[in-house]
């Protein structure tokens, strides 16, 4: 197709570099205009994925993403800002979208992306692309991809390295001929407990949104079949083969072995949910004309706060995450009473040093999850005959759940607890 007229008059000045590109042209600028793009994830990858696939004239653009905007962010999601600190990543991340091509549709789920719901959220997806942050999430969006027979861009980052793929199942190989188990939890660290370079994403991410558009264009070789892999310490790209592995059971379940992994970003708070979250994935878009781009799902030009002080005395639930409180789970109110009760048998930070550095609680012991995984010498408590709690504090009480779980196989007489909403509540109080 070489028609101009589907184009806007601004949409021809954007697109004229593309329209004149031999290679390409007003046709495959059309495919891209006509296409519709599901992106999970609006942090590392996301941020140049969703930049190029909007800037490049992608038509439509689903955005899957329920956290919101944490300075931490910013060394690496460069989509965001100072100013979008606390905003949902989907609305921020929009914004920035319309910004360079205003014509763009764009649907924000600002929830994450499940076994329940995958398949409803890629259904109109001509290609989805996964820039999530967790194996857990990257299980779920890859059975869905492969039952659903949806071609799915996939990267990962960490320390130095990435990689990336596309894969096809019936059409090339999938994901789970590559990884065909998820790792036992905490098996790999992630980005936050091991760093990641903060150009790594902006590198890797290119080339996932460089490989979506070939897809949508029917332009090159794409990486069907192949693993790109970048070391940015050597500055060094290679590749290895991959072929369907034809001993594999195809995928009929999702996400079956990832129970316990989490969800991405999990020590981050949740972004209030869109009015129409419940609605199914094809609802109507949010169009700029009706709704600021930078208005939170609640319509307020600045989100509610996660947790206020004056409700941290009495929770039930972990404001950050929305799980209820269980019973080896203290508040912060708690906590400080057992201290000055004298009641507390030990405390352990299993955030990462450089975390534990900027804030932690007195007493505690700093052993992040990563090494208690392998070694837990150093907590002390776990054989007191008083009774005394041993408590196990994050930054939002996500690692040390993980923590606890970890010592209770252990350690199944400890006295385990804890500290919901981590040291993110308690320093609130």
């Given amino acids: 197709m070489n028609d101009l007229s589907q184009f806007s008059r601004s949409q021809m000045e954007r697109f004229q570099r593309h329209f004149s590109l031999d290679g390409f042209g007003i046709e495959a600028q059309a495919k891209l205009l006509n296409s519709r793009v599901v992106v999970i994830g609006a942090g590392g990858l996301g941020a140049p994925i969703?930049?190029?696939?909007?800037?490049?004239?992608?038509?439509?653009?689903?955005?899957?993403?329920?956290?919101?905007?944490?300075?931490?962010?910013?060394?690496?999601?460069?989509?965001?800002?100072?100013?979008?600190?606390?905003?949902?990543?989907?609305?921020?991340?929009?914004?920035?979208?319309?910004?360079?091509?205003?014509?763009?549709?764009?649907?924000?789920?600002?929830?994450?992306?499940?076994?329940?719901?995958?398949?409803?959220?890629?259904?109109?997806?001509?290609?989805?692309?996964?820039?999530?942050?967790?194996?857990?999430?990257?299980?779920?969006?890859?059975?869905?991809?492969?039952?659903?027979?949806?071609?799915m861009v996939s990267g990962s980052i960490l320390r130095f390295a990435g990689q990336v793929s596309l894969f096809w199942a019936?059409?090339?190989?999938?994901?789970?001929?590559?990884?065909?188990?998820?790792?036992?939890?905490?098996?790999?660290?992630?980005?936050?407990?091991?760093?990641?370079?903060?150009?790594?994403?902006?590198?890797?991410?290119?080339?996932?949104?460089?490989?979506?558009?070939?897809?949508?264009?029917?332009?090159?070789?794409?990486?069907?079949?192949?693993?790109?892999?970048?070391?940015?310490?050597?500055?060094?790209?290679?590749?290895?083969?991959?072929h369907p592995d034809p001993e594999r059971v195809p995928v009929t379940s999702i996400g079956a072995d990832v129970a316990g992994l989490g969800g991405f970003s999990a020590d981050a708070p949740a972004a209030a949910a869109a009015p129409n979250a419940s609605a199914p994935a094809t609802e109507p878009a949010t169009e700029p004309a009706t709704e600021p781009a930078t208005e939170s799902a609640t319509g307020q030009s600045e989100p509610e706060p996660a947790a206020e002080p004056a409700a941290v005395d009495d929770l039930d639930f972990n404001p950050f995450t929305g799980d209820p409180k269980l019973d080896d789970e203290l508040t912060p109110k708690q906590l400080r009473e057992l201290l000055e009760a004298g009641a507390i048998g030990g405390i352990v930070d299993v955030r990462e040093p450089w975390e534990h550095q900027m804030g932690t609680i007195e007493g505690a012991v700093n052993i992040p999850l990563g090494d208690l995984w392998h070694d837990d010498a150093g907590v002390s408590g776990l054989d007191d005959v008083t009774g005394k709690p041993v408590v196990l504090y994050c930054k939002i009480g996500v690692r040390s759940r993980q923590a606890l779980e970890v010592l209770r196989q252990r350690h199944p007489e400890a006295e385990l607890r804890n500290l919901i909403g981590g040291y993110e509540l308690y320093k609130q109080l």
């Fill in 50 to 151: 969703l930049t190029y696939l909007a800037a490049a004239g992608v038509g439509t653009i689903d955005v899957i993403d329920h956290d919101v905007v944490d300075r931490s962010n910013l060394h690496r999601q460069v989509i965001h800002s100072e100013s979008s600190i606390g905003e949902p990543k989907t609305a921020s991340a929009a914004a920035v979208m319309r910004g360079l091509h205003p014509e763009v549709v764009i649907h924000e789920h600002r929830a994450p992306i499940t076994a329940a719901n995958a398949l409803e959220l890629i259904a109109e997806a001509d290609i989805v692309v996964d820039g999530s942050d967790n194996f857990a999430t990257r299980y779920v969006v890859a059975d869905a991809c492969e039952i659903a027979d949806k071609p």
């Fill in 170 to 242: 019936g059409h090339g190989p999938a994901y789970r001929d590559l990884y065909p188990e998820a790792p036992d939890a905490g098996e790999v660290p992630t980005c936050a407990q091991a760093g990641v370079l903060g150009v790594l994403p902006g590198v890797i991410g290119s080339i996932m949104a460089t490989e979506t558009i070939k897809f949508l264009t029917g332009i090159g070789e794409t990486l069907l079949g192949r693993v790109l892999i970048y070391d940015a310490l050597n500055a060094s790209f290679r590749e290895i083969g991959l």
